[in-house]
């Protein structure tokens, strides 16, 4: 038993440094700009984005480009 609680200890351990040498690798956090990075609607100091859809819309466009 000792042995499956290990290997999942184990597989955690090397997920989460994965996880985490992602994250490093990942573009810098965009900075504030005051309106939304897609629609350019104005934004509160804490905001990117107006909603979900805009943030995904960019995020999506972002990677069609790196692929050209």
């Given at each position: 038993?000792?042995?499956?609680?290990?290997k999942a200890?184990?597989?955690?351990?090397?997920?989460?440094?994965?996880?985490?040498?992602?994250?490093?690798?990942?573009?810098?956090?965009l900075p504030y700009v005051g309106q939304?990075?897609?629609c350019e609607a104005s934004l509160p100091p804490s905001m990117?984005?107006?909603?979900g859809d805009c943030c995904r819309d960019y995020e999506?466009?972002?990677?069609a480009e790196a692929m050209r």
């Amino acid at each position: 038993m000792a042995d499956i609680i290990d290997k999942a200890n184990d597989r955690a351990a090397l997920d989460l440094q994965r996880a985490l040498a992602a994250a490093a690798r990942a573009a810098p956090p965009l900075p504030y700009v005051g309106q939304c990075y897609n629609c350019e609607a104005s934004l509160p100091p804490s905001m990117r984005f107006c909603d979900g859809d805009c943030c995904r819309d960019y995020e999506k466009r972002q990677r069609a480009e790196a692929m050209r």
